[in-house]
Nanobody, 124 residues
């Protein structure tokens, strides 16, 4: 059974930074494409970023976070990260880790496995 556990959320002022982590267990980590999605109160879940399977050479980002967020993976630690810089109040949301055994997760086709989410709150 694949399990995803996020951590690293919290409260930060606008302009600040946070790094979220997602530990994946129950499978061969390098075989999973990974992604982050988020959901703000009263809004639908939206895509944030994705990284390809194996060495993660391919990455994609939502326009809203391009240039501010960086997704990366450490196969030796079974962990995916997202470094979030220049945070804005509109980045406030619950951030979810997503995974699946495929080459790449797409914005319109999330993977089958989800974490429980971690809250990120950005104050103005």
């Amino acid at each position: 059974q694949v399990q995803l556990v996020e951590s690293g959320g919290g409260l930060v002022q606008a302009g600040g930074s946070l790094r979220l982590s997602c530990v994946v267990s129950g499978g061969t980590f390098s075989n999973y494409a990974l992604a982050w999605f988020r959901q703000a109160p009263g809004k639908e879940r939206e895509f944030v970023a994705a990284i390809s399977v194996w060495s993660g050479t391919t990455r994609s980002y939502a326009d809203s976070v391009q240039g501010r967020f960086t997704i990366f993976r450490d196969n030796g630690k079974n962990t995916m990260y997202i470094q979030m810089n220049s945070l804005k109040p509109e980045d406030t949301a619950v951030y979810y880790c997503n995974a699946d055994q495929r080459t790449m997760i797409r914005e319109t086709l999330p993977g089958n496995y989800w974490g429980q989410g971690t809250q990120v709150t950005v104050s103005s």
